[in-house]
């Protein structure tokens, strides 16, 4: 195969697969010129073919169409040979393995900014504030999409390409492999004194018998192994070749399994309070978002709910406060009305039910508030959820009190309250109204208070824990300012004129957020991640080589026996083991008296046969 | 409680003695790797230039001479000798003699350097693991037990090549120098109490994820040390082979090394041998992200600068792979993977903020 496309080198169009052995060649061997080794022993090279899949660069420009015949269907005829041939050309420049390098260079590099600038897919807050205070750099960084590397027009153009190259270059080297694996390995280069690794000593054994206790010894040894001539030539390592397709393949798993994910993903959140429940549904959720090609009939069919949550935290030492313990104790029953099952779910063990992950994700506290009317009646009573803002968990939040409450004439009216929650309290006029610790220790609810309308018919979505008072009246104090109170649990802030109370019970409830998501294809990914390891460690762990054994009779008719050994990377295991091979065989053909000194032809030459894409 | 509480505060403090008696160590081993240098330059060793000059000498060393060995008259082989060459394109150079170059004195020297080395690698080992037993649990929580658990797994990689009989001698100085630098480092700037993790790090994935992290990081970085005075001694070949004059010190201090061609294999091979355990690592991470944050890949800064160093590392292989990119660009390369490595590491965990961040400074 090599010595034909050899004779096809110069012309581009004829190039195919096969001419990749002798590019690789044909490069090695000008920088063998500059360093004053030529390397031209044609046998010597057929010996070294064919080691490895790695493609060679063998894109060359230029004129594709030829001589153009006269007239449009010349021009015809010219354009389509020209066009073929530079689509030809671009297909062998992209799959190459310096353009591999290139674009493999490339994607390192342009993953850099997304690291270093926020990003809208993890942090919005993050990118706002950045907009805020570089009000130049911003719309430029917004333009080039840096806001957003990973799923920008320039990166995906990156690894799209370094994929279709990938592509390209793994169905010819798979091709190519599977021939290789067909065939035989290539016979006894001429010289083998040449080779990396080579021995030799005479026998009073025939050289049949060498050759057949040689056969016997590489097939044994799992060589494949064949004579051809006056010598038999083995080769033994293929996994490697096969590993590394296969990482290569493993690669391409991993990214449609990524894709796929992407596209049916689904990805929810819900904040559930202690006691109450969560049943898959789409209008259960308090936000949503999912892949392009989600639909909510695959939402899997489940329910669970929030018995207890419980949070320790260290009490003392200088990491006082750093959460240790975070767990969520559930009940939950698969399917529509499956059997209920107990479990507790952690920061690092989601649940996972038929086929969907509920991870915990956050908690906090909801203070349990009772609202009376002028009456004393009770209009409202409930846990009111309330947002942590910082790591001691000082609370924010809205308590709304939509229906049901009138005022003293009898007029519906909606109530509001700014609730601010600190689950310990560092005393009164103890600086300001933050947490010192995140546990239940000395918890204060402090309130303001306003009535009106919530506007929460108005039909714009409302942030529940937000109070919009723009048509709301306040309740005013004694001293006509907005009517504030800290309250300790069982405390009761009074609404002016008959207004009204509100309580702060003696019962805080804790609530725990929840991330339900769904992505088909992380089988897929684990297997594809399972497959590349293993490919990789058998490409670069297992060593392809050669081995040729050559027992002829010599002028005194004794037999000399050669031996040698050539690897795809020049590397110390493959003297050792043409040792170890010489070493039994020797056995079989023990040594011969020696008179005269042997010394093989043609040992002064300093160059080496090296086998393609030889290294380290 | 306050017991095991008095225990666990004991136990970190004697950690803290081991370590700082681990660094008064490394300290003697530095000073007897300099006297095995320095030792070694009084010898007048100048193979390389020889090898690449006098063509003659070199063809003479290069022949092949198939030993025979002669017993009694009639030649009769033991066992057949393997002979071997280097592939053509290498320079044909051979390798130094190590620091000692062949002195005596110097040789005795690195001889006390290693084992001093030893000694406190056991002595830092010691400290690694009471801090373990002091917070009980894997003592990869912040900077400080990263950088002393890193020092000595890079310690324990080198001793390891040299209980193989590998041709590492020569990374005693660099290497000891660069670890008494992070154990500076650690002791004071990164300094964190012994102390128990949050509740996101509680995981087996802590000890398959970070301890693969961690021994990756301590081979790319021996790898990283073979590549720099690979690009050194290879400048230094290109420098006699093009008929230049080296400085003296270069030469005294770059004749001792290994060839060019020597150090780069090692190099290519430690950063070949570990890749695919990186990439092991960057899985387990995903995995464990996907338990811990429910997501398996959200391009977290340090996620990306995993991705990246494994990126780089990959075109290294490649360019090794690609004629014409063998060589000084490869090294070139593998340099910048390991920048890319050191950045994630320090870079990410100190400026960058990110889920990761459980730096403690
Ligand atoms: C997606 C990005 C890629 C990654 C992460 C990657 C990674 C690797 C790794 C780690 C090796 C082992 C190197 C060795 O054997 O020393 C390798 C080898 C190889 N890769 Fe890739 N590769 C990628 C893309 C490509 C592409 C696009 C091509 C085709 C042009 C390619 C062609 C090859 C070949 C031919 C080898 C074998 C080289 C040899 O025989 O020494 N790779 N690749």
Redesign the pocket.
């Known amino acids: 195969m090599s010595k034909t496309s050899q004779t096809q080198r110069a012309d581009v169009q004829t190039h195919e697969e096969t001419a990749h052995e002798e590019t690789a060649h044909e490069e090695t061997s000008r920088e063998d010129a500059a360093e004053g080794a030529v390397q031209n022993d044609g046998d010597l090279r057929e010996a070294g073919s064919q080691l490895?899949?790695?493609?060679v660069e063998t894109a060359v420009p230029g004129s594709f169409g030829g001589p153009r015949a006269p007239g449009f269907a010349g021009w015809l005829a010219w354009t389509a040979r020209e066009t073929v041939g530079w689509a030809r050309w671009f297909w062998r420049q992209l799959?190459?393995?310096r353009v591999?390098l290139i674009l493999?260079f490339l994607l390192s590099l342009a993953a850099i900014p997304g690291s270093l600038i926020p990003q809208t897919g993890s942090d919005e807050l993050k990118v706002q504030d950045f907009k805020d205070a570089h009000t130049t750099l911003g719309p430029i960084y917004d333009k080039l999409g840096l806001f957003h590397v990973y799923s920008s027009v320039w990166f995906s153009a990156i690894y799209i390409l370094?994929?279709i190259?990938?592509i390209g270059?793994i169905v010819p080297?798979t091709w190519q492999f599977v021939g290789q694996l067909r065939g035989r390995p290539p016979g006894a280069p001429r010289r083998l004194t040449r080779l990396p690794a080579y021995t030799t000593w005479r026998t009073e054994a025939e050289p049949e018998q060498v050759r057949a206790a040689a056969l016997a010894l590489l097939k044994k040894r799992r060589f494949r192994a064949h004579t051809a001539g006056d010598a038999v030539a083995a080769e033994k390592g293929y996994l490697r070749e096969a590993g590394?397709l296969v990482?290569?393949i493993a690669?391409i798993v991993m990214l449609i399994a990524f894709a796929t994910g992407q596209l049916f993903k689904s990805e929810g959140g819900k904040l559930i309070l202690e006691g109450d429940g969560f049943s898959n549904t789409l209008t259960q959720y308090d936000d949503f978002k999912s892949g392009s090609l989600f639909s909510t009939d695959d939402l899997a069919p489940f329910s669970f709910q929030l018995d207890r949550f419980v949070g320790t935290y260290e009490r003392t030492g200088p990491n006082k406060g750093t959460p240790r313990t975070f767990r969520a104790e559930v009940t939950y029953s698969e399917g529509v009305d499956g059997r209920e099952k107990k479990t507790s779910i952690e920061v690092n063990k989601p649940l996972e039910i038929d086929g969907s992950k509920v991870y915990l994700i956050g908690h906090g506290y909801a203070p349990v508030v009772t609202v009376r009317d002028g009456r004393g009646k009770v209009v409202f009573q409930q846990a009111v959820p309330l947002l942590p803002i910082d790591a001691n968990i000082t609370s924010t939040g809205a308590i709304k009190v939509l229906d049901g409450y009138t005022d003293k004439n009898g007029k519906k009216e909606q109530l509001g309250f700014n609730a601010f929650f600190v689950p310990t309290f560092a005393g009164a006029g103890k600086g300001e109204m933050f947490s010192q610790f995140p546990a239940l220790d000395f918890p204060v609810l402090a309130l303001s208070a306003y009535h009106g309308s919530l506007g929460v018919d108005s039909g714009i979505p409302q942030n529940v824990y937000q109070l919009d008072t723009s048509k709301m009246k306040e309740f005013k104090d004694s001293n006509g300012e907005l009517l504030k109170k800290r309250l300790l649990p069982g405390e009761t802030m009074t609404l002016p004129n008959g207004a009204g109370s509100i309580t702060f019970e003696k019962d805080v409830k804790e609530w725990a957020s929840f991330q339900i998501s769904q992505q088909p294809g992380d089988g897929w990914a684990l297997a594809g991640a399972i497959a590349a390891i293993a490919g990789?460690a058998a490409?670069?762990f297992i060593q392809r080589r050669r081995v040729w054994v050559r027992a002829t009779t010599g002028d005194d008719g004794v037999t000399v026996v050669e031996m040698a050994g050539l690897g795809r990377s020049e590397s110390a295991k493959v003297p050792e083991e043409l040792g170890d091979l010489a070493a039994v065989l020797y056995d079989h053909a023990p040594g011969a008296p020696d008179d005269a000194e042997a010394e093989p032809d043609g040992v002064s030459d300093s160059d080496a046969a090296a086998a393609e894409?030889a290294e380290n | 409680m306050t017991l095991a509480a008095a225990t666990n505060e004991h136990l970190a403090s004697i950690s803290n003695v081991l370590i700082y008696s681990a660094m008064a160590v490394y300290t003697l081993a530095f000073f007897a790797y300099i006297a095995e240098w320095i030792f070694g330059s009084r010898s007048k060793v100048s193979r390389t230039a020889a090898a690449l000059t006098h063509k003659g000498a070199a063809a003479a060393r290069q022949a092949p001479a198939v030993t025979v060995q002669s017993k009694g008259g009639t030649a009769v082989l033991e066992r057949p000798k393997v002979v071997t060459r280097s592939a053509s394109g290498t320079r044909d150079v051979p390798d130094g003699p190590g620091a000692h170059g062949g002195d005596e004195q110097g040789d005795l020297y690195g001889r006390i350097a290693v084992s001093l080395t030893v000694l406190a690698f056991l002595v830092e080992a010691g400290g690694v693991l009471t801090r373990a037993l002091s917070v009980q649990r894997a003592p990869w929580g912040n900077m400080y037990e990263f950088n002393i658990t890193f020092s000595t797994v890079a310690v324990g990689v080198y001793l390891t090549l040299l209980a193989l009989k590998k041709n590492a001698r020569w990374m005693g100085l660099p290497l000891v120098t660069t670890v008494l630098l992070d154990l500076g480092l650690a002791v004071t700037v990164l300094y964190t109490a012994s102390d128990q993790l949050v509740p996101a790090l509680h995981s087996y994935w802590l000890w398959i994820h970070v301890s693969t992290a961690i021994l990756c990081g301590a081979v790319f970085y021996v790898g990283a040390v073979g590549t720099l005075l690979y690009l050194f001694r290879d400048s230094y070949e290109n420098k006699l082979a093009n008929g230049g004059q080296p400085g003296r010190f270069a030469t005294s201090v770059l004749e001792r090394l290994p060839a060019a061609a020597t150090l780069d294999k090692f190099s290519y091979r430690v950063n070949?041998a570990v890749?695919p355990l990186w990439t092991f690592t960057i899985i387990a991470g995903a995995i464990w992200a996907g338990d811990a944050w429910g997501r398996y890949w959200g391009w977290d800064p340090k996620e990306t600068w995993s991705f990246i160093t494994w990126?780089a590392y990959?075109c290294y292989?490649?360019a090794?792979?690609t004629a014409g990119w063998k060589g000084r660009k490869a090294a070139y390369l593998a340099l910048i993977a390991f920048g890319c490595w050191l950045f994630n590491y320090y870079g990410v965990n100190i400026f960058v903020t990110g889920k990761h961040s459980y730096a403690g400074v």
């Not at chain 1, 490895?52 to 493609?55: D, N, V």
């Open positions: 490895s899949t790695a493609p799959t190459s393995m591999a493999l370094l994929f190259s990938l270059c080297r590394n990482f290569h690669l990789l490409s670069l894409g | 070949a890749f990126v990959a292989l490649h090794r792979a």
